[in-house]
Structures are given as structure tokens and as C-alpha cells.
């Protein structure tokens, strides 16, 4: 046979290659474009896979293939930019193309779902409703705040979603019954185009010198690929510079791309661009419903979206008049998905924008070591921010030693007596505590017995509010024991600090003071943060305390005074990266302070004043904390002066992890490969996690190629081993984090 008639296909399965078809039966080879979801036989059942190209041979003889069952889609969900995009993806992260390309999806059409042409569910108000009075639903007083709500705008219904959200949760009973008696019903609401276009503020602020020369630099540089470190401490304009950035690339009628961490802990900054952007936005974000998500993702699909604004995952979405890629916050941790298909979202944005040729800008106050690297030999072009926009002055940092100080709930007395002047002066004042939860540990006074996970080599922490013990690690719960279950004492205290404890201390000490808590625990419930953070602005408390959340985004300008408890966890953690995370965690916390009659001042508690790099950080600032460390990374030859694949592997029983990476090292220096070490195997920081025993082995070398060279010829030959079948295992390229 002649032609290119077979369907190489990708489909969602653990393995590594993609599966040949024949065309479904009835389907002419035009319908069949790269990008279209097809359903094929696979195994017992069928699955929805994306076809990938049309081949005129395959391995398998011709007349063992077998046909696709059905063509889902007339028009292909992926460009081929897309494809290769994610082919390059999946190639380097060494994961399965399958679910590479099925992941890029919305959950829908993963599934095989036909296309939404339908709104998104929403409720509109009937006749009679418009005339009900939700003050006579005395008895029903959920349903009065429905009825409420839809009749602030009694001619436009609501998206189920908004409201679920002002509703802060899930309430559809309420909402069936409204509609027995007759009140609401239902509807679709189909997203209009220009939906946001109303809403555009005119007021822009006048660029100062800093962000203007930022701004020129990229657009000096044309259309071509080119990255920029837009490097600038909290609250010099990145934002504003960004806006710049999109408007020119607006103007001229492409698309632009911008990832943030985490879009549920910093409502402000969408709320900005929503503002200030005179173009409709696609969100892309875990907060949506799978409906609303596709809706995102096809209005950018269209390029009807001119903005897509999302978290790590929209990466991958298909963008046919993309100009421009930005990576807010680009040193954020999140941007690394922790399991599966391990890909770092900031360096494919990178590799997309060079794929697309057209610029990208990575923007941070504290920018990752390997981004200041590649900025240090000019791969970057390296755009610097100096100074505080508007009216701000930057907060004045200074260490507090508390050796043999005694501590109240964490708090030096010096520490206790700033806060209390602050709060006399009518200031607002911050408390950093990275541990959520009451204590960290319930222990026995009479034994020294402490409560640990069952499951995990981790200690348990003690929630107060709901009265358990809570293993963070793995999730599990139980009750706290009233007697010691080894001496049977009576003794059992809390000991250590977490927020929950912090706050009540502080409530006892400041009794009419206001204050407030943020962290995941206190914000729980959709929309909660959203309320605490509007709540703060309006000066409700004078008193907030909270873990890395407050760190992320805020600008809190009536805060004078930040404390921050506990960095020395940071200095002496298991992972290389510790200390790069504590200066970037400290530098992003003191940013949220001050403004220009108000400036900032920065307390940190340690008890290892003498340390180079907190003396460093705190005395030249995160700069000049970056290069120290950078060197010290060099001649450790620690990324990013080398390159790293961490191997994990896990199993129920003890020793057999540990004898597989034994054997997979043996066959990966039978392969060698030059400049490439192996270390280990060894235990993993935590040993026992959710019941597994897990072991790593690290393997390193200065060379990218070298070690991708390796990963081509090992990978398939440890999926050989015996060994490799009773422990689950996996592959992460770049590692971000060894526990
Ligand atoms: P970043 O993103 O670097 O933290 P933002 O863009 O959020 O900084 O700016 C911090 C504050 O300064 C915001 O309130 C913003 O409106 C204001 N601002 C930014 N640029 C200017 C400018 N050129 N003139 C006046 N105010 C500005
Ligand atoms: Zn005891
Ligand atoms: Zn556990």
C-alpha cells in the first residue's frame, strides 16, 4: 500500500511510545488533521487518544492494525506548534507522550467529551421571583440570601460558579428549592466576548525611569525569541511594566501568555489586570470548574482570548497568535508539578517562546539562582528595578539574636515590645510563622513520648480548633490521647509554636487589638481569603499573622513592622536549596511593608546571628545574598553549575527500594557517560511517608546532553530490570525538591 494512511496516535497509558491505528471506518484521510482526538481500542476498553501524524509505515505488519473506533473532533484541538511543543516535553522529562499530550487538555475533552458549544450553568430570577421579598423568607434564611443576591440584578442571572463563591460553598439544595417554589430557574450563560470590556480603568500610572527603560529594552528587541530577567524588589513596578508589555503586543493584534503561582492567593493582581487590560482574558486556574476551564481554554484556542492569564498548566495552552510569554514570580516553587509528569512551567515557557521566536520576560524580587546564572553569562538580558514605584521606601531589615532569650509563643520580649509600640502608634504590624496548625509536636512531660505519624517519619501536628492531631505529610488524622500511650501520665503538652497557638497568645496579650490569621487552615472555604485580605486593607485588624500565604502578592502599606519568626530551619535544611528558600521567603515578606510616611521595618529572629548568608541577606540584601550563594553552589558544583535527575522509588516493604536503585546504578555506570556521577542510593529525607519506605539515587553531571544521553539508554533499560516491578518508581528531571 502507498500513501500516508496510518494514524500514529498518542494515548493516555503509562508507556512510552505512541500506538498506529487505521482510519475509523467511514473517515476521509481530509478529516484527519494532527490535533483531533480520536477514540481507539486499547487493552479491553477504548480511550481517547490525540492523533499525532499520519505515517505511511509502521513496525507492526498492516494488516494487524486494527481501526480507530470514531473520530471525536472536525477541527484539531492542537496546532502542530502544540505538538511539538509537548513531544519536546514529554522527550525531556522522560515521560509518557500519552499522557503528556492528554494532560495538556481540559479534563473534558480529555475524557472525550464532545466540545462545549453550551454556557456554563447558571440561575436567572422567574416572573413571580422578580416580586418575591427575600426579608419575609425568615425561615429559610439561605434561600433569602439567593434571592437576594439574583435580584441585586434581577434581569441578569448568575453563574452557578459566582454563586457558589458568594455563597462561600456548594448549594445546590437551596438552589432546588427556589426552583420547587417557583422563584429561579435555570439557565445557560454563554461567556460573551466582551464581557471585560466595560470594565477598563483609563487612569495608568506614568512609568518612572527604571521601568520605562525595562520596557524599551523589550521592545528594542523586536519579535524575535530573546528572555529578559526583569529583576526588581517588591513593589518597583513589575506589574505596571508587564501591562506595558501586553498593551504594545495587543496593538499588534497577538496574544499574550502570563503565568502566576498561585491565582487563589492573589485575587489584587487579577483583579489589576482585569482592570487596566482592554482585552478579553482567559483564566486558567484550579479554581474553576471543568466547564468553565474548557470555556478558557477554547475562547484562547480562537484566539477570541487575548490574554491568557494562568497557573502552571496553561503553559500548554494552544495560542495561535502568541507574541509574548511573561513568568510572574518565576523563583515560585509551584511552577514545578511535584508528581507525574514533572515538568517546571517556567523553563517550558522558556522553551516555547524560543520555539515560537518571540520574547519572553521572567520577573521576580528574588529571582532563582539558575535564573540569575543565566542572566550573569548573558543568556538573559538582564533588567534591573531598583527602586520602590510610587511613594514607598524599602523596609529596614535587622537581626535579632535570641540565643538564651526566653521566647513567649516564639516571640523575643524586644520583639513583643515592638509590636505592642506599633500597635500604640495606630500601625499595622506583621508576624511570620511558616508552621500552620497549634504545635508542631504533643509530647509527654513524664516520658518524652511524642506523638508521630503511623504512616510517615513525621511528627504530628496539633490543630487545636478541631481538636486533632494532624500528620501534614500524608494527611491522616486522629484524636489527641488524653493519657501518654506509653506511661499512661496525664502529662500531654503541646510543644512549639504554629500560627494557631501564636494567635492566641497574641489575643491574650493584645486583647483589644485586631487580629487576624492566614494561613491555609483559617482560609479554607472558597472566597475566605479574599474577604480576610479586603477586611485587612480597610484597617479592620492592626495584628496579622500568618504563614508563606501573606507572603505571596499582597501589598499591605500600613504595615511598619514584620516579624519573622524561625528562619533557622532554613539554614541547615536537608535540601541544598534551604537556604535559597529562606532568603527568598524572608527578602518576599519584608517587601509587603511600608510606604513613604510609613516605612517598613524588618525584625528577624535567629539564633545563629553569626551565619554568612542571613548576615549577607540582611545587611546587603537579596542580591548580594544570591552571588554568595551562588559561589558557594560553584565550587560545591551544585546546580546550576551542574544538572540533575533525581530517580525515586518507593515500596510497602523496607530494603526493596534501596536494592532496586542499587541495580539501576550498576546499569547506569555499565552506560557511564562522561562527567556523570551517581550518588547514592540513599534513604529519602523522610524515610517512611504514607505507609512507603522511599530511597533516592541523584545523578548529576555538568553537561545537559551528557546526561540526556544517559537518561535515552538507561530509562528503558531500568524498565527491564525485575527489580523495577516491585517498587513504583519515578524520574525528575531538574529536581526542585529531594523529600
Ligand atoms: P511589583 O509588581 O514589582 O511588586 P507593582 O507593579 O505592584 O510592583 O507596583 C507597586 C505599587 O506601585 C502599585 O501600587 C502600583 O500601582 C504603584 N506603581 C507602579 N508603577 C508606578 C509608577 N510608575 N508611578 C506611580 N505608581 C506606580
Ligand atoms: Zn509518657
Ligand atoms: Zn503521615
Redesign the pocket.
Known amino acids: 500500500m502507498s500513501g500516508d494512511l496510518i494514524l500514529r496516535v498518542a494515548v493516555p497509558a503509562p508507556l512510552y511510545s505512541c500506538f498506529d491505528y487505521l482510519p475509523p471506518e467511514g473517515v476521509g484521510l481530509d478529516g484527519l488533521l494532527p490535533g483531533v482526538r480520536l477514540l481507539v481500542p486499547f487493552g479491553s476498553g477504548e480511550r481517547c487518544g490525540v492523533l499525532l501524524e499520519l505515517v505511511a509505515e509502521s513496525e507492526i505488519e498492516i494488516t494487524k492494525l486494527k481501526p480507530a473506533s470514531k473520530l471525536l473532533d472536525t477541527e484539531p484541538l492542537l496546532g502542530q506548534e502544540d505538538i511539538e511543543l509537548l513531544l519536546w516535553a514529554a522527550e525531556y522529562y522522560r515521560h509518557p507522550v500519552g499522557d503528556v499530550i492528554s494532560s495538556a487538555l481540559p479534563v473534558r475533552l480529555r475524557k472525550g467529551m464532545a466540545r462545549a458549544t453550551t454556557g456554563l450553568p447558571g440561575w436567572g430570577l422567574t416572573a413571580i421571583g422578580k416580586e418575591q421579598d427575600p426579608l419575609a423568607l425568615t425561615r429559610a434564611p439561605r434561600q433569602a440570601e439567593i434571592l437576594g443576591l439574583l435580584q441585586q440584578h434581577p434581569d441578569a442571572p448568575l453563574s452557578q460558579a459566582d454563586i457558589y463563591l458568594n455563597m462561600d460553598g456548594e448549594c445546590r439544595a437551596i438552589l432546588r428549592a427556589l426552583e420547587q417554589r417557583g422563584w429561579v430557574e435555570s439557565c445557560e450563560i454563554v461567556p460573551s466576548r466582551e464581557e471585560r470590556l466595560g470594565e477598563v480603568q483609563v487612569s495608568t ?4 525611569r527604571d ?1 520605562q527603560a525595562a520596557v524599551d529594552a523589550v521592545i528594542r528587541h523586536g519579535t524575535g525569541f530573546q528572555a529578559f530577567l526583569l529583576d ?1 524588589v ?7 511594566v508587564y501591562i506595558a508589555l501586553v498593551e504594545q503586543v495587543l496593538a499588534a493584534g497577538q496574544q499574550a501568555l502570563i503565568l502566576v503561582p498561585e491565582i487563589g492567593l492573589t485575587p489584587q493582581l487579577l483583579q489589576r489586570f482585569q482592570q487596566r487590560i482592554a482585552a478579553p482574558i482567559a483564566l486558567l486556574h484550579s479554581g474553576l470548574s471543568d466547564l468553565e476551564r474548557e470555556h478558557a481554554w477554547s475562547a484562547a484556542v480562537r484566539g477570541d482570548a487575548k490574554v491568557v492569564l494562568g497557573t502552571r498548566s496553561a503553559v500548554f495552552t494552544p495560542m495561535p497568535e502568541l507574541g509574548l510569554v511573561i513568568v510572574d514570580e518565576e523563583h515560585d516553587l509551584s511552577f514545578k508539578q511535584q508528581d507525574g509528569f514533572r515538568y517546571s512551567a517556567r523553563d517550558l515557557a522558556l522553551v516555547r517562546a524560543r520555539r515560537r521566536e518571540c520574547p519572553v520576560v521572567l520577573g521576580s ?1 528574588t529571582p532563582s539562582l539558575e535564573s540569575l546564572r543565566n542572566a550573569q553569562v548573558g543568556r538573559y538580558e538582564h533588567l534591573m ?1 531598583l527602586k520602590r ?2 511613594e514607598a521606601v524599602p523596609p529596614r531589615l535587622d537581626i535579632l539574636d535570641i540565643r538564651s532569650v526566653n521566647l513567649d509563643a516564639g516571640m523575643s520580649p524586644v520583639l513583643l515590645r515592638m509590636v505592642s509600640e506599633e500597635i500604640q502608634a495606630g500601625n499595622q504590624a506583621l508576624i511570620f510563622l511558616n508552621r500552620r496548625g497549634y504545635s508542631p509536636l504533643l509530647a509527654c512531660y513524664d516520658c518524652g513520648w511524642i506523638a508521630e505519624c503511623r504512616r510517615c517519619d513525621a511528627r504530628l501536628t496539633y490543630h487545636m480548633g478541631n481538636g486533632v492531631l494532624w500528620c501534614h505529610h500524608c494527611g491522616s488524622q486522629r484524636r489527641v490521647d488524653s493519657t501518654c500511650p506509653e506511661c499512661k501520665g496525664e502529662k500531654i503538652r503541646p510543644l512549639g509554636q504554629g500560627t494557631e497557638r501564636l494567635e492566641q497568645v497574641l489575643a491574650a496579650r493584645f486583647p483589644d487589638t485586631g487580629i487576624v490569621r492566614i494561613d491555609r487552615d483559617s482560609t479554607r472555604t472558597k472566597g475566605s481569603l479574599h474577604r480576610l485580605l479586603d477586611e485587612i486593607h480597610q484597617g479592620k485588624y492592626q495584628l496579622l499573622l500568618g504563614t508563606q500565604m501573606l507572603a505571596k502578592g499582597h ?1 499591605f502599606p500600613n504595615v511598619t513592622l514584620v516579624g519573622i519568626l524561625d528562619v533557622d530551619q532554613g539554614l541547615f535544611g536537608a535540601d541544598f536549596r534551604a537556604a535559597e528558600r529562606m532568603a527568598q521567603l524572608i527578602t518576599q515578606v519584608s517587601g509587603r511593608a511600608g510606604r513613604a510616611e510609613k516605612p517598613g521595618r524588618v525584625v528577624v529572629q535567629t539564633r545563629h546571628p553569626d551565619h554568612p548568608l542571613i548576615h549577607t541577606l540582611v545587611r546587603d540584601g537579596y542580591g548580594s545574598f544570591a552571588l554568595e550563594a551562588l559561589r558557594e553552589r560553584q565550587s560545591a558544583l551544585l546546580p546550576p553549575y551542574s544538572y540533575q535527575v533525581l530517580l525515586r522509588a518507593e515500596a510497602t516493604r523496607d530494603g526493596m527500594p534501596r536494592s532496586f536503585l542499587d541495580e539501576a546504578m550498576e546499569l547506569g555506570r555499565s552506560i557511564g557517560g562522561s562527567g556523570v556521577e551517581f550518588w547514592g542510593p540513599v534513604p529519602a529525607p523522610m524515610e517512611r511517608r504514607a505507609g512507603n519506605f522511599r530511597a533516592h539515587l541523584l545523578v548529576q553531571s555538568g553537561s545537559r546532553a551528557e546526561l540526556h544521553r544517559l537518561l535515552a539508554v538507561w530509562l528503558p533499560k531500568i524498565r527491564g530490570l525485575k527489580s523495577a516491578r516491585r517498587v513504583r518508581w519515578s524520574v525528575d528531571v531538574d529536581p526542585q525538591e529531594m523529600l
Open positions: 500610572p506614568h512609568l518612572n521601568q526588581g517588591t513593589g518597583s513596578g513589575k506589574t505596571e524580587a528595578l514605584a510610587g501589598h
